[in-house]
């Protein structure tokens, strides 16, 4: 067993997202597997998405679980601070159990591809799209549609993104391409411009687009970057010669 004093608050990041859906006042990780199993696929599907982008697997995940068990039987209720965050099961006494269980249903997943259809995603694996803008669409615009710095406070929506792109110079190169991938990830998954305000400006962002609607701000925010990285950093990457 991995002695307690050696795990850490960033040792569960991977469970820690994958059980936030149960986090919460009052609330608990149902006893019951079908419960938890149903509730828990959208999100699932959406890790085994991203890790094709390089983001956490199950697997890792799983190992997580498997080591919040075993805490979770030394201090009963989550006590130790690592646990933070980390949901108790319906019946406390079975969290360890239930968490194992999880665990096992991770590493096991497998699904056929009509399931993947007939379940639509929901927030908590939407959020899992877009990393970079649930930073910059709060911090730099809010829910009001306003840019938040004080002196921006007058500044059209592209003067808003240029003083983004300027604040990630000169390392862009290594952060303007993932921006610019979410921009259009935005416009091939949600239709029409009610869609995008209720996701990004209320049910998971409280972010905003200025002045302009989504619709025009996502091309806008990404032809921007692309014209910087042009400009700035171009060639970004030369072949070697034979």
């Avoid at 956490?56 to 498997?66: F, G």
């Avoid at 209720?77 to 991770?106: F, M, Q, W």
């Avoid at 730099?140 to 938040?148: K, L, R, T, V």
Wanted: one cysteine or more; a negative charge; proline letters at 7%.
């Amino acid at each position: 067993m991995t002695h307690p004093e050696a795990l850490e608050y960033s040792n569960f990041a991977g469970a820690r997202m994958l059980l936030e859906p149960y986090y919460g006042w009052s609330r608990r990780i149902p006893d019951e597997p079908s419960e938890w199993q149903k509730k828990l696929f959208p999100l699932i599907r959406g890790i085994r998405t991203a890790e094709r982008d390089g983001g956490r697997n199950l697997r890792e995940i799983a190992t997580e679980l498997r080591l919040a068990a075993e805490l979770f039987e030394e201090f009963p209720g989550g006590s130790h601070k690592a646990l933070n965050r980390i949901p108790c099961a319906e019946t406390e006494e079975r969290t360890s159990e239930v968490l194992r269980e999880i665990a096992r249903h991770l590493e096991d997943w497998n699904t056929d591809w009509r399931r993947y259809g007939e379940t639509p995603m929901d927030v908590w694996e939407l959020g899992l799209r877009f990393p970079r803008f649930s930073q910059i669409l709060p911090i730099y615009f809010g829910q009001d549609g306003m840019a938040i710095s004080d002196d921006m406070q007058d500044a059209t929506v592209e003067e808003g993104i240029c003083m983004y792109i300027d604040q990630t110079h000169p390392r862009c190169p290594w952060y303007l391409p993932s921006v610019v991938a979410e921009c259009y990830q935005a416009l091939a998954l949600f239709h029409t411009e009610h869609q995008m305000d209720r996701f990004f400006s209320h049910a998971a962002m409280a972010g905003g687009s200025g002045s302009e609607d989504f619709l025009d701000f996502f091309p806008l925010f990404a032809r921007l970057c692309i014209e910087h990285l042009k400009e700035a950093h171009s060639p970004l990457w030369e072949p070697e010669q034979n």
